[in-house]
């Protein structure tokens, strides 16, 4: 147990050491060994839990998601001198809000990023097992954040119909590129 405290001390230590105002800490240029896995779970609505409790301290969650890397072996925590492994039941953020600033749409996650879609930061949709679509915006690095059902709904009002060789699709525009959000003729059933 004193070995897990001490990883998350460590996290938290090293996400502290980032000066304000200098952006992100570079994560993708960290390359310590993986000590193992500590009991930090994502929920698919977002709430972050360490040891079962959700972790209610907001400036937290945010200091945890600025080291936060997706790895080819899975979600993780990483300083520049430990990688902890954590589990994410879907996306790491969700996207709580969309905006409109001239042409491109503009996301804000629930741990504060803000990230503009288009040839850098997808939106993507994948239609669930229970047939409702599943809708994402890439946040940074392989990262991504599930948009809210409100602001899905918010991007389907702004949609566009263009005719796609699957067949007329809905989708918007943002900075140059254009985003199916749902699929080939679902809007005209």
Not at 35 to 40: A, E, F, L, R
Not at 123 to 129: A, H, T, Y
Not at 148 to 171: D, I, K, S, W
Request: hydrophobic share 40%; proline share 8%.
């Amino acid at each position: 147990m004193g070995e897990r405290n001490s990883g998350l001390e460590g996290v938290i230590q090293a996400a502290k050491a980032q000066a304000p105002g200098r952006g992100l800490p570079p994560v993708h240029l960290w390359n310590p060994p993986n000590c193992g896995v500590i009991d930090i779970v994502i929920k698919k609505d977002g709430l972050w839990f360490h040891e079962g409790t959700p972790i209610g301290r907001e400036a937290l969650v945010r200091l945890f998601s600025t080291v936060l890397r997706k790895d080819p072996d899975g979600y993780c925590l990483v300083t520049p001198v430990e990688k902890l492994t954590i589990t994410v039941e879907d996306a790491p953020f969700i996207a709580i809000r969309v905006d409109r600033v001239g042409e491109a749409l503009k996301f804000l996650t629930n741990v504060g990023d803000e990230v503009e879609a288009g040839t850098d930061n997808a939106i993507r949709v994948e239609m669930g097992e229970d047939g409702e679509p599943r809708p994402y915006v890439h946040v940074r690095r392989g990262l991504e954040a599930l948009i809210a059902r409100p602001v899905f709904y918010e991007l389907v009002e702004m949609a566009q119909e263009r005719e796609t060789p699957q067949g007329p699709t809905l989708g918007v525009a943002s900075n140059g590129a254009w985003f199916p959000v749902g699929p080939a003729g679902a809007h005209r059933l």
